[in-house]
């Protein structure tokens, strides 16, 4: 089993549409959380991290859920430069403070 | 502010090459890694560096080395490249704390043929 698990997508959503993707993770000693965002041919950039009360960053909305060991992402009012790919990231203890990425979930958001 | 940069942006080498990438930070932080990234799985770990003057291996190291130069600086080498390593090479940063949430730089787009 990966230690984190995409839905890979494609999630083909229309402008201001909501849509949500979810996580899971495989290793229930894991300490934090993030969603990342990956454009085409670009690095990796920090969406948010995810806090254990959940937390929302304007139309960004991130939930954790320990005992069933997820992370959802949730976009409002979808727009589209959100058109990207979004990596759930975890972060475990492995000797050091390792991050293990999820292979990502691919939104495309159209006019 | 540059954050996270990465030289050089492009490179294709034959099988046997050796080349060096360069990554540094302006942002102060103490860890910087190494990853890799390949059509269809997550990025992964090669080597990163928990401080200055120490390194240690991540999940790929084999064909690969690296060295911390300085708190700002953290290079890895390829000393003979093989077709297997083509990839996206990818520096990060981070402080070491709290969330241990991590930085990038653009990446380095390497063919080996």
């Known amino acids: 089993r990966k230690e984190v698990e995409q839905d890979p997508g494609p999630f083909n959503v229309p402008e201001g549409a909501t849509v949500a993707f979810n996580c899971t993770y495989s290793n229930s000693a894991s300490q934090s959380f993030f969603w990342y965002r990956q454009d085409c041919r670009k690095e990796p950039k920090l969406l948010m991290s995810?806090?254990?009360s959940g937390n929302e960053d304007g139309r960004f909305t991130a939930q954790l859920n320990r005992a069933s060991q997820y992370i959802s992402l949730l976009i409002r009012d979808s727009k589209l430069s959100d058109s990207a790919t979004y990596l759930c990231?975890?972060?475990?203890?492995?000797?050091?403070?390792?991050?293990?990425f999820g292979t990502g979930t691919r939104l495309l958001v159209s006019p | 502010n540059a954050g996270v940069t990465q030289t050089p942006k492009f490179q294709v080498l034959k099988t046997g090459q050796s080349m060096t990438l360069q990554c540094a930070q302006d942002?102060?932080?103490?860890?910087m890694y190494w990853y890799r990234q390949d059509p269809g799985m997550g990025l992964r770990l090669i080597y990163y560096?928990?401080?200055?003057?120490?390194?240690d291996k991540g999940e790929v190291p084999n064909g690969y080395n690296v060295s911390r130069l300085n708190k700002r600086e953290f290079s890895l080498r390829l000393e003979s490249a093989a077709p297997s390593q083509t990839s996206v090479y990818f520096c990060a940063s981070s402080d070491g704390r709290g969330f241990y949430e991590q930085y990038f730089g653009p990446g380095t787009r390497l063919t080996v043929t």
């Open positions: 990231v975890v972060n475990n203890w492995g000797g050091f403070q390792k991050l293990v």
């Open positions: 942002m102060n932080h103490n860890s």
């Open positions: 560096s928990a401080s200055e003057g120490t390194t």
């Open positions: 995810v806090y254990s």
